[in-house]
């Protein structure tokens, strides 16, 4: 087939973005390469890089600066929870390099794992190794637990790695797989360290309750877009009943609850308990 009719779009579509060496150990020619990236509107980025128009600005500027997106950012382009508002550009900085890029925020140093060459977004290990010492810690297991979650490591996996410093070594030892939200991350996190354990996916009456405390008080957690499924809600309502009528008691809060009124949550949860609504019948 001749440079004028094959097409580079399939080498770079399935990352958004594909590395020089990549595309000429496919057999391309630097000649066809450039004539490629012309004709199918591509964007060639640094020395190293041809990207899709549409790929998302973190991956253009790492390929530009020749870093790594890594931290809050690769756990945003990897899909997972957040919730912090930060919208700097998070890049690992190749050892060598004199300062961040501007407008980034620049991590330094060796990662977990040796940083992938090939990849424009650093290796999963060294995503949790960068959010563990860049944000505060509740905001952090909720990424660490949401990445656990995804599979994108296992609980195991996490367990096994020689963390750098106790901020990732106490994410190391509190994370687990169980919450399927930062909000329930958030919440079990919380009670902990008010002394109160929540068991978490509990099965009961045939659905699994997002957390339990002592034998007899369940806490639902609602999404941020929790009511925009009626179904969904009208479901979680029939379940609520069935629960208050086999003896549990059910406190259901929502994501703005969580987030900005805690305090009020907590307290309810304790004058539950106070009552000992927790305890067995």
């Not at 977004?121 to 190794?129: G, H, Q, R």
């Amino acid at each position: 087939m001749g440079s004028s009719t094959r097409s580079l779009r399939h080498l770079v579509v399935a990352r958004g973005y594909v590395h020089l060496a990549e595309v000429r150990e496919a057999g391309w020619r630097p000649d066809a390469i450039r004539a490629a990236v012309t004709r199918e509107g591509l964007v060639r980025a640094g020395r190293d890089w041809v990207l899709l128009p549409s790929a998302p600005p973190e991956l253009l500027l790492a390929a530009r600066t020749g870093c790594a997106v890594t931290c809050v950012s690769a756990a945003s382009l990897r899909t997972l929870w957040r919730a912090d508002d930060d919208r700097a550009v998070h890049l690992a900085v190749p050892r060598g390099a004199r300062s961040s890029p501007a407008g980034a925020h620049g991590h330094w140093g060796a990662g977990v794992v040796p940083r992938p060459r090939r990849l424009l977004v650093d290796a999963v290990e060294n995503m949790l190794a960068a959010v563990a010492t860049c944000r505060p810690h509740e905001q952090a297991l909720a990424i660490w637990e949401s990445a656990a979650r995804a599979r994108l490591i296992t609980v195991e996996g996490i367990g096994a790695i020689d963390w750098r410093g106790e901020r990732a070594r106490a994410l190391r030892d509190e994370t687990t797989a169980l919450s399927h939200s930062g909000l329930e991350t958030f919440f079990v996190s919380r009670m902990r360290r008010r002394g109160v354990e929540v068991r978490q996916q509990v099965k009961i009456d045939g659905h699994h309750v997002d957390g339990l405390i002592g034998a007899r008080l369940i806490v639902q957690i609602d999404g941020f877009a929790h009511h925009s499924d009626p179904r969904q809600r009208r479901s979680d309502i029939a379940h609520d009943r069935r629960l208050r009528l086999l003896g549990y008691t059910v406190l259901r809060f929502d994501y703005r609850e969580i987030v900005d009124d805690w305090t009020r949550v907590e307290a309810t949860v304790l004058a539950a308990m106070a009552q000992n609504l927790h305890l067995a019948r």
